[in-house]
C-alpha cells in the first residue's frame, strides 16, 4: 500500500499571502489529521477530518482551516500567513488508534 | 505544566550501546501510548504502539509503559548510527481524540 503523501513539499510564500497544502491518506483510511511542526513548540494538532467533516480541532487562529473530500484527500488553507507559521506541516492518516505520517511540506514565510 | 514532557536532548552514545529514551505525562486519561521515529527533513515513522500498562518488544526496541507512574520508555538495545534521529512519544485517550506529543528527543549514536 502506497502511504500518505503530501504536496507540494516546499514552499515559499510572503508574509500576508495564502497557502493551500494537499494530502493524500493510505488507501481506505477515512480521518486525516494535520499537525505544525516548530522546533520551538514540537508537534501541535491543527485539526482532524473523518467522511468530510472536521472532528477535531486544535488551538489554532481562524487563519487555519481545512477541509475534506469525498475520496478522503484533505487540503489544509492558510490565510494571511505570517513570519510565525514557517513550519513542517504534517498530515497524518489515522487507523483505529494508529497514526501514518506522511513526510511534510516544509513552509518558509519570508 | 505540559502534558506530556520529554527530555530534548542531545544524547550521544556509541555503537552497540542500551539507550534508554523518556517521557512524563500529567493526564491520568491517557490510554494508547506510541513511539515515533523522525529523521532529518521526513515525517515521523510510527515505531511502537502500546495500550495501556506494560512491555512491548519489537526486535531491538521495547517500550514500557507505567501508568501507576505517569511514565512511558523506549529501550534500544545495541544500537546502530542508523537509529541516529529524532524520538518522539505521543499519547492520547481512547476514543476520536488527538494524539499528544513530547517534543522528542535528538539521539546521536556514534559509530
Known amino acids: 500500500k502506497a502511504g500518505v503523501t503530501q504536496t507540494p513539499r516546499y514552499l515559499i510564500k510572503t508574509r500576508g499571502q495564502q497557502v493551500t497544502l494537499s494530502c493524500s491518506p493510505i488507501?481506505?483510511?477515512?480521518?486525516v489529521s494535520w499537525y505544525q511542526q516548530t522546533p520551538g513548540q514540537g508537534l501541535q494538532f491543527l485539526f482532524e477530518?473523518?467522511?468530510?467533516?472536521?472532528?477535531n480541532k486544535g488551538n489554532f487562529p481562524g487563519r487555519f482551516s481545512g477541509r475534506q473530500f469525498s475520496n478522503s484527500r484533505s487540503e489544509m488553507n492558510v490565510s494571511t500567513l505570517e513570519l510565525g507559521d514557517s513550519a513542517l506541516y504534517l498530515c497524518?492518516?489515522?487507523?483505529?488508534?494508529?497514526?501514518?505520517f506522511g513526510p511534510g511540506t516544509r513552509l518558509l514565510v519570508l | 505544566q505540559k502534558e506530556v514532557e520529554q527530555d530534548p536532548g542531545p544524547l550521544s552514545v556509541p555503537e552497540g550501546a542500551i539507550v534508554s529514551l523518556n517521557c512524563t505525562y500529567s493526564?491520568?486519561?491517557?490510554?494508547?501510548f506510541m513511539w515515533y521515529r523522525q529523521y532529518s527533513r521526513k515525517g515521523p515513522e510510527l515505531l511502537m504502539y502500546?495500550?495501556?500498562?506494560g512491555n512491548k518488544e519489537d526486535g531491538r526496541f521495547t517500550a514500557q509503559v507505567d501508568k501507576s507512574s505517569k511514565y512511558i520508555s523506549l529501550f534500544i538495545r545495541d544500537s546502530q548510527p542508523s537509529d541516529s534521529a529524532t524520538y518522539l512519544c505521543?499519547?492520547?485517550?481512547?476514543?476520536?481524540?488527538?494524539?499528544?506529543f513530547g517534543k522528542g528527543t535528538r539521539l546521536s549514536v556514534i559509530a
Open positions: 497524518a492518516s489515522r487507523l483505529e488508534e494508529t497514526q501514518y
Open positions: 488507501s481506505g483510511h477515512r480521518s
Open positions: 477530518y473523518f467522511s468530510e467533516t472536521q472532528r
Open positions: 493526564n491520568s486519561a491517557f490510554q494508547y
Open positions: 502500546t495500550y495501556s500498562s
Open positions: 505521543a499519547m492520547k485517550n481512547a476514543g476520536n481524540t488527538p494524539l499528544v
